[in-house]
């Protein structure tokens, strides 16, 4: 069963590419997903990593995190489910 890693303060000019090598040292990689700006566009640091098994992933989270990625100490924990959060009064539906 796979499991979701959250991956945080992550260079921002990481790419896709480098975190899959990266955490592909101690498993398979089935995505990996950064999460943009919705103004710029531009990456916010942080992102997802889905290990092909939930092994992997603990080990991954044992190896990565604290340790140094461009510069920057990680932050490598199991992604918590997203919660739900009601849109602010007057906010539309269409953007």
Avoid at 18 to 30: P, S
Avoid at 61 to 86: C, W, Y
Wanted: a positive charge; glycine letters at 10%.
């Amino acid at each position: 069963m796979s499991i979701k890693l959250y991956v945080g303060n992550l260079p921002y000019q990481t790419t896709e590419q480098e975190l899959t090598e990266h955490f592909g040292r101690v498993g398979q990689v089935n995505q990996v997903q950064f999460i943009l700006d919705k103004m710029t566009k531009r990456p916010r640091g942080f992102g997802f990593v889905v290990m092909e098994n939930k092994e992997e992933g603990e080990e991954a989270i044992r190896q990565f995190h604290g340790s140094d990625f461009g510069g920057r100490k990680l932050t490598v924990n199991e992604a918590k489910p997203m919660e739900h959060r009601p849109r602010p009064q007057g906010a539309s539906a269409a953007r």
